[in-house]
């Protein structure tokens, strides 16, 4: 990245939300001025009861939060349990307080500890960001020699595990097998169990060092297992003296050739994608990991339970669903009508608009330079023809800017995973390996946190109020029956004779 790059960079981290996702800031590059922190916005918040005409004094906090808990003083009526707020999928709820990540959807800023995504994608490598988001800071070159020693020392698993996930069935989907591998792992490792070496025993940091260090390193050595159920091959035993990613592709495709080195610039080019994947505050899987954390459980089954969320559809599986499209457009001359059939709603928009994000994923203009780097190898895709022409004319008409409708961090990933070689059902597991990272790191930080309890949300009970067993004759028929159809398998067993 080029100085005039970098100032291009920080202009993004310092400009106000702009719709386009363009700055017009003019960096004042002589001062050296960068962004200040957002103003206290601590106060007090009155709420009038109209049902009482009651007057309360709700505390807010300099972050712009209120204490649930203080609304439990709002009663309509003196058995009242208090007032609560109705919130599914927590679109307005902050659960935790971190200082892992930062975004602004508005601006399309992610950052890690402070330090822009664009800056760590184009000048560090996964194991120091990895670093970073686990412990908060930029380590040392002494803290990264011991660093990646400690992780490169725990990339081999243990026979049994990959027994295991060899007891699974060939056809096994690779999330599921790293699943297996994870939970297996736990078994292994009793004496940092919380269920077994007591509830304290997270209180050491050697032991929590001690797990971050083995999950991180073995992460690659489950994927590639799990790549080559599928491919009917033997994963090669981790290379200590590789690199990060380098080392995942060399445990890929290396074989029983000891001398054998992926190419660097594929190896980098994965490690930029780990970098970009590593963390992005509480979406469905961390939230998963603190909620699993909460009750106290050991960390593998903390972050089995988080890749488990990984796994579904709407979270990590979307890149997937991104390429599928693409392939369905054909061609970029097919690109008209589909945007048609998405605005008659005849077809569904995958890779763009975020939860977060209403604005230009930052990571998705980072893997769009990365998928040029990728393509210069292995040969251009011509989806990208197609994904490039349906951006543009998604950027450029008004139905997707008014929504804003964006590209997100999936709609190029799918590609550069496919021009790289990787089957679609094994994109997920792409995202699960680096996103690892940031699940400890929320582990690590609840685990020091005072306001940590073992989460437990309340619900608004809707159902019947209270009624009374009764015996079989004097019920009315209700709810619904249904048969669960049998197999044919089974209408073969139970045809023959003495098959009970």
Not at 7 to 34: D, F, I, M, Q
Not at 199 to 220: F, H, M, T, W
Not at 408 to 420: E, I, P, Q, T
Not at 451 to 464: E, H, S
Request: aromatic fraction near 8%; include cysteine; charge should be neutral.
């Amino acid at each position: 990245m080029s100085a005039l790059e970098r100032l291009s960079v920080l202009a993004g981290h310092v400009a106000p939300s702009e719709p386009s996702g363009e700055s017009s800031v003019v960096l004042n590059t002589t001062s050296g001025s960068v962004e200040q922190p957002p103003a206290s916005r601590a106060g007090h918040l009155t709420i009038v009861d109209s049902r009482t005409n009651r007057k309360y004094e709700v505390a807010v906090s300099s972050g712009g939060t209120i204490k649930a808990s203080d609304l439990k003083q709002i009663k309509a009526h003196s058995g009242d349990v208090g007032l609560r707020t109705y919130d599914p999928g927590y679109t307005n709820t902050s659960a935790v307080k971190s200082t892992i990540s930062y975004i602004d959807g508005g601006k399309g800023i992610l950052r890690y500890r402070g330090y822009p995504i664009e800056e760590l994608a184009d000048r560090s490598t996964f194991l120091e960001v990895a670093y970073l988001v686990v412990y908060g800071e930029l380590p040392s070159t002494p803290q990264m020699e011991t660093w990646r020693e400690a992780v490169m020392r725990h990339s081999a698993l243990p026979a049994d595990v990959q027994k295991a996930i060899d007891a699974l069935p060939h056809d096994a989907h690779p999330m599921g097998t790293i699943l297996t591998g994870l939970c297996a792992l736990s078994t292994f490792h009793p004496e940092q169990n919380p269920a077994l070496a007591g509830q304290n025993i997270y209180d050491s940091a050697e032991v929590q060092d001690k797990q971050i260090v083995r999950l991180i390193g073995k992460l690659p050595a489950l994927a590639a297992l799990a790549y080559h159920r599928a491919s009917g091959r033997e994963s090669a035993p981790p290379n200590q003296s590789l690199d990060y990613a380098e080392n995942f592709l060399y445990m890929l495709d290396a074989g029983r050739r000891t001398d054998y080195r992926p190419h660097p610039k594929l190896a980098r080019a994965l490690d930029i994608m780990f970098i970009l994947h590593a963390e992005h505050e509480m979406n469905c899987s961390t939230a998963a990991a603190r909620h699993l954390a909460s009750s106290g459980v050991d960390v593998y089954t903390a972050m089995a339970g988080a890749v488990g969320a990984l796994y579904g559809p709407l979270h990590g599986g979307a890149n997937e669903a991104v390429l599928r499209m693409l392939e369905r457009i054909g061609r970029k001359e097919n690109v008209p009508s589909f945007i048609r059939r998405v605005k008659d709603r005849k077809e569904k928009l995958f890779g763009f608009g975020h939860r977060v994000y209403k604005n230009f994923d930052p990571r998705a203009k980072v893997i769009r330079k990365v998928a040029d780097e990728v393509f210069d190898i292995v040969g251009r895709d011509p989806l990208i023809d197609v994904a490039t022409a349906l951006m543009d004319a998604a950027r450029s008409d008004p139905y997707f800017i008014d929504r804003q409708l964006y590209p997100n961090v999936d709609f190029f990933s799918g590609l550069v995973y496919r021009a790289m070689g990787f089957p679609p059902s094994f994109f997920t597991v792409l995202f699960a390996v680096p996103r690892v990272t940031g699940y400890l790191a929320h582990w690590r930080e609840s685990l020091s946190d005072p306001d940590t309890k073992i989460i437990r949300p309340q619900q608004d009970y809707q159902g019947v109020w209270l009624r009374h067993y009764g015996d079989d004759p004097t019920r009315a028929e209700g709810g619904q029956v249904r048969t669960v159809k049998a197999s044919n398998a089974y209408q073969r067993r139970v045809s023959g004779t003495n098959w009970k």
